[in-house]
């Protein structure tokens, strides 16, 4: 069973910067492309961004491109560094896991974070 916990989250007034990490409890985590989502109030689960198994491929959302960072390690655990935080990126956080042989999807609870003006 794959467990994916989320921390990092929180509030951060605009323009600052907050770093949520991923810890995935699998037994190969070379196996999964990780991946982060969000979904805002009223709205529907989005994109951010996502890293391929070898950690050499990085894919953003326009809306974070330039500002965010997504990574991986080797203690199974990815990382979200989101830098000139804006109003509009408040939403919970959700991690997401690709297993590449089937391509089933897990998810984590999410965190929340919340940027003010």
């Known amino acids: 069973q794959v467990q994916l916990v989320e921390s990092g989250g929180g509030l951060v007034q605009a323009g600052g910067s907050l770093r949520l990490s991923c810890a995935a409890s699998?037994?190969?985590?070379?196996?999964?492309?990780m991946a982060w989502f969000r979904q805002a109030p009223g709205k529907e689960r989005e994109f951010v961004a996502r890293?391929?198994?070898?950690?050499?491929?990085t894919y953003y959302a326009d809306s974070v491109k330039g500002r965010f960072t997504i990574s991986r390690d080797n203690a199974n655990t990815v990382h979200l560094q989101m830098n000139s935080l804006k109003p509009e990126d408040t939403a919970v956080y959700y991690c997401?896991?690709?297993?590449?042989?089937?391509?089933?999807?897990?998810w984590g609870k999410g965190t929340l974070v919340t940027v003010s003006s």
């Open positions: 699998v037994r190969t985590f070379t196996t999964y492309a």
């Open positions: 890293i391929t198994r070898s950690g050499g491929g």
């Open positions: 997401n896991a690709q297993r590449a042989v089937d391509g089933i999807d897990y």
